[in-house]
């Protein structure tokens, strides 16, 4: 039931994720953070197996700020992507991670982007995707709403109307999203959508 | 690397705290044939005499200068087969780079990378230090740059560097006529001049090699007709 989904603006891209871990029929947590920012100007939002999912995100972080303390600049974020991506393959058929990551940033010369990265280790460079049962509400309704170059403010919007349908439509709805932002500026935490206060 | 009866280095400490090895493999490149390296605004050249053992060799068959990316080029001082070594660890190492980003691997990284590899054979079992040392020229999103890689496994960036046998005239030219501004046709006249200025014999097409990268990122070697073209323009 968990909820990633993200799209690019102009001069910026926005990842959502729910935030809710769950065992079986137990709710542990509503204000798990699943977007990871990944250094000053990457965030990871990641969905899947519990221990993947924190195991794999860090592994992959810990590796981006290693690569930065060595050559002294970050990695672009498709060079992060294709990392992820290849450490994903890797394992995929030995002992596979199950996370499936948004991996949104934002580069100098080239400006925001937003890769697709599922559990197998597919990668699609996207203005607008998502992860999980919500994905069914969400493409639709970025389908219906996403234009290039959209303000924050437009994003944001479309962002609560995602979250809405998927609070409204789907049987076992996560009450909580955190959306995050990196732009020029850098990655950082914009809003909680919280409807069980914890 | 090495066999097993030989797990200590060779390379060892003197008492005044040199490595005479290091020393040693450096006279070796300084006996090499003259190589040297230009920084432009716009590129970088790099260059060497191409003096064979013999006039019955077949020297479209040899090539000094190579490609270790398709935006990175090198020449050498010194020993050629242990130059073949390393250019082909360092070719692996660039597309293991790509593999892992999918993005071409910067110079700098490139040029510490192929550096490790020399520092390594200093400090292992059984093996000697490389007898050459490298220019290595690329351009990458950083602009043209110019590397030199020494046995001992130091790098230093340069403007402008010659190796080999006539290094200190060369250098001396080099520090002379060398701007800043200079643009790559320019560099690559200087290159022929400072080669020439030690230079036995006829200089010709046949016997320099010649290495331009510019602004288009591709590192070629000169036909040995394009280069007679230049010195035509240099005389």
């Not at chain 2, 390594?120 to 220019?135: A, K, N």
Request: include cysteine.
């Amino acid at each position: 039931m968990e909820c990633v989904f993200g799209l690019v603006g102009k001069g910026f891209a926005l990842i959502v994720a729910d935030s809710s871990a769950v065992h079986s029929i137990l709710v542990h947590k509503s204000n798990e953070d699943k977007v990871m920012v990944l250094d000053s100007h990457k965030l990871l939002g990641a969905s899947g197996e519990g221990g993947d999912r924190v195991q794999f995100t860090e592994y992959i972080q810990k590796n981006v700020h290693l690569y930065q303390f060595r050559n002294g600049i970050p990695l672009t974020t498709a060079a992060a992507a294709n990392f992820t991506r290849g450490e994903l393959a890797t394992a995929l058929r030995k002992n596979p991670y199950f996370v499936n990551i948004l991996l949104a940033g934002y580069d100098k010369d080239i400006g925001p982007s937003l890769y697709y990265i599922d559990y197998i280790a597919t990668l699609h460079k996207i203005d607008k995707g998502a992860f999980g049962y919500g994905s069914y509400f969400c493409l639709s309704m970025m389908d219906r709403h996403y234009h290039t170059g959209m303000t924050v403010e437009e994003a944001v919007d479309l962002a609560d109307k995602c979250i809405k349908e998927i609070r409204s439509r789907l049987v076992v709805a996560p009450p909580n999203f955190v959306i995050k932002i990196v732009d020029k500026d850098g990655a950082k935490e914009y809003a909680w959508r919280e409807t069980v206060n914890m | 690397m090495g066999d097993s009866q030989y797990s200590f280095s060779l390379t060892t400490f003197s008492p005044s705290g040199k490595l005479v090895q290091i020393e040693h493999a450096l006279m070796a490149v300084g006996s090499g044939q003259t190589s040297l390296g230009i920084k432009a605004a716009n590129g970088v050249v790099i260059a060497t005499e191409k003096k064979l053992p013999s006039i019955l060799v077949d020297e479209t068959s040899v090539q000094k200068i190579q490609l270790m990316t398709t935006n990175i080029g090198v020449v050498y001082s010194g020993m050629g087969p242990d130059s073949r070594v390393l250019i082909r660890k360092s070719r692996k190492q660039a597309q293991q780079y790509y593999r892992l980003y999918k993005e071409a691997i910067p110079v700098t990284q490139l040029v510490r990378e192929t550096a490790a590899v020399m520092q390594e054979f200093t400090q292992s079992g059984g093996v000697r230090p490389f007898g050459v040392s490298l220019l290595v020229a690329g351009y990458d999103d950083n602009g043209p740059q110019l590397y030199q890689v020494d046995p001992s496994g130091s790098y230093f960036s340069w403007k402008a560097s010659a190796m080999g046998k006539n290094v200190s005239n060369a250098k001396t030219f080099l520090e002379k006529r060398y701007t800043d501004d200079m643009e790559l046709d320019d560099a690559v006249h200087t290159a022929i001049l400072t080669l020439k200025e030690g230079f036995e014999g006829q200089i010709s097409g046949k016997n320099i090699e010649i290495g331009i990268i510019g602004a288009d990122r591709k590192f070629r070697v000169l036909t040995p007709a394009e280069i007679d073209d230049y010195l035509a323009e240099v005389e």
